[in-house]
Every structure is written in structure tokens, then in C-alpha cells.
């Protein structure tokens, strides 16, 4: 099969990449390892910044968003019997949507189908050749045969664990890695929400409720870094996040059934640089931001948007300077977006080895934040997204 650009993943930064790029009159084929069914069924994060929803509406993506998705106005920080709100609106003039990336992958997804997008699934690329070349080769392994997707560029959207970061040869990119000593229990429940995003750094540790409709609730508690999900019983998690909420007495917090669990380790991760040769990495497969900034799928826009626009112009111009500043452009925003939700992070958990004299300095941070404006137009700022800087 040949192609203009192979895409690795149908992930969010892939399918964004293809809508993109088919919109700049530019060929693609997106080989995903997985099946239609296990992809859509992921779940994820569920904050949208203005650039990923205009992104959608650019791409005449966003009817389904529009008539489901929340407007989140307010982030709430509790601690020690204190509650920061920050008014996003009055604080920056902006407000972020509430929309379950898993509903974005199948908006992009049906997207994708319904236009004849190539888009394979099942299609395991097990690896990479002439990435120095003309003509770079993704090989894959789909339906028990060896087949090969000869493109001009491969785009690397293929997450943490993915096999495009590896294609660069030792010595041409360098890793940035952090992991913590701790992880989130995610889970989601049929019950009512609060009303507004709301983090809490208690005694007990962190906790954050979130949601995906006025009916289902999206609630992560931190855990041990190996924590297994099935040993926290809805009981369990219920009581724990009634406490951790300051809700000791259950007045506020409505309890339901929980219908999906899951345990993520907290790490940051940035490679660079983001290219080699033929081969852009995006997103996952490049960068891994805290969740505590709820980042993660819009920096993979970011990249995927400036990715399209450096590839559109060399099909446009046959000029490659866009190009060779797509890490460089790129790297800006990741670096920001990971020192952001790193200092989210590091603010609002507790952390194991930490002594009393940290754990005090987190609290005078949290009251600093409670009487500032600034501290929280700062934070309100980051929150909902730095403006799109086009490459
Ligand atoms: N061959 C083909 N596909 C692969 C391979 C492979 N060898 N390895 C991984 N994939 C696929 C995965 O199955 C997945 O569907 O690549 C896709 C990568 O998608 P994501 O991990 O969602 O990464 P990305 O598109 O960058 O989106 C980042 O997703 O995981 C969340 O928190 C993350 O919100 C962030 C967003
Ligand atoms: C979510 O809704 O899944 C979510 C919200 C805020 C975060 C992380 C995740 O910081």
C-alpha cells in the first residue's frame, strides 16, 4: 500500500492528524493495532481547551460535542477546611468543555468511516525502515499477514508504548522521565455530580471529582503506585472519597453504582526531539503529561495541528522549513504544559516520603493561592489553555 503519510495510532492525535491533514488535501492511511470496539471503549480524560473544541468545529466535528458536552465555569481547590474557587470566565474569559475524549475518538472515528478515510484496524506496525529516506516504510502485521505502508512521512501517534519513539536510533533523541511513587483510581459512577471540577488535597491524599453528564460522575482517588482496582469495592471508594472531600457527614457527595475502574501510574515523560528524518512523534508517543492539568489529549492536538500545517505546506510548496521546526514549535507548549501540571501535581497530592516541613509549605502555597487573584489567575490561565500559536 503507498500513501503521502502513514499514520501509527488511532488515538486522538491520529485521528485529529488525518481530519487535518485531509483538510490541507493531503493523503493519509491510519494503521491502529487495536479493534474498532477496544478503542472507542477506552476511557480517558474529559477536559476540552477552546483549541481542541475549535479544532473539532474546523473540522465539522463538533454537532454531538455541542449538544453533549458540559460547560465547566468553575475549578474548586478544598484543603484544610478551605475552598479556592476559581471563576474561569471572570478570572480569564474562557471556560473549558467537559467531553469524554472516548466520545471524541468515536465523533473522529465514524468521522473517518463515513468519509473513507483509510483506517485499519487490527494493523500491528512492528516496525519502521528508511526513516533516512525518500520513501520510509511502516511495516505491520494485520490479519496474520506481513503487509508494508510505503508513505513520503510517518506520523508516530502511537502513545507511550508504541513502537515509533523506538524507530529513532540511540544517541538522536533524549528522554525526560519522572515517575511518581503514586497512581489515580479512576472510576465512573451513575451518580449525580458536582457542579463544578473539584480537586482536594487532604490528609488522606488527593481525590478529584469530575464528570461526563449530569448523571455520571468521573471520581479518581490517589492510590499506591501498584494499587490493584478491584480491592476498593464501591463502598469502599465511596467512603473514601466522602472523607478525602471533606464530606464526612455524606451530605453532599450522591453515591451510585460504579461501572468502570481503572489505575494509571502518575509520570511525566518528554522526548526530544519530536522528528527524526521522516518520522514526527505526537502526542502520547513523545510526551506524557501529569493528569492533574488534564492536558494529555490537548497537547496532542497542539502537536497534530502543527504537524498538519507543516505538512500541508510542503505539499503545498514543496518547501520543508515548516518542518524542520515542528519539534522546536512543538516544545514550547510541552515544556510549559508539563511544568504546569507538574506544579498541579506536586501542590495537590500527598506525598509519600514527604516530611511535615514539605506538607506545611503545600498548605501555605494552597493559602497563598486562597487570597491571591493573581496566584489564581495564573492558575485559571494554564487551566484553560494557552492560545494556539500556529507553526
Ligand atoms: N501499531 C499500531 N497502533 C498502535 C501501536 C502499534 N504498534 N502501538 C500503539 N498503537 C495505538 C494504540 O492502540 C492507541 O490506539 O496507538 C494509539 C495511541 O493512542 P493514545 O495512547 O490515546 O495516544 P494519543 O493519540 O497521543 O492521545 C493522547 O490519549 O491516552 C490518552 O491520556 C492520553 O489524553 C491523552 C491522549
Ligand atoms: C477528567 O474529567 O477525567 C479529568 C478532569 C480533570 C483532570 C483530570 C481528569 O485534572
Redesign the pocket.
Known sequence: MRTQVGI???????LFLAHLLRQAGVESVI????SRAY?ES?V??GVLEAGTVETLSALGLDARMKRECMIDDGLDIRFRGKTINLDLPGLTGQHVVIYG?QEVVKDLIASCISLGQPLEFE????GLTGLDGERPEIH?LQGGEDKVLTCDFIAG???????SRAAVPEGKITHYEKTYDFAWLGVLSRSRPLPDMTYTNSDRGFALCSRRSTQVSRLYLQVGADENPEAWSDARFWDELHQRMFDADKVEIVEGEIFQRDVARLRSFIAAPMQYGRLYL????VHITP?TGAK??NL?VADVRSLAGALGHFYRTSQRDKLARYSEHCLKRVWRTVGYSTRMTELLHKFPEQGAYRRELQFAELDFIHSSRAAQAAIAEQYVGMPYEPI
Open positions: 501509527i495510532g488511532a488515538g486522538p492525535a491520529g494503521l491502529e493495532s487495536r478503542v477506552r480517558r480524560a475524549q494493523a500491528k506496525v512492528t505491520y501517534c502511537d502513545g507511550y508504548h508504541g513502537v505526537a502526542g502520547d508517543a493528569p494529555g489529549l496532542a
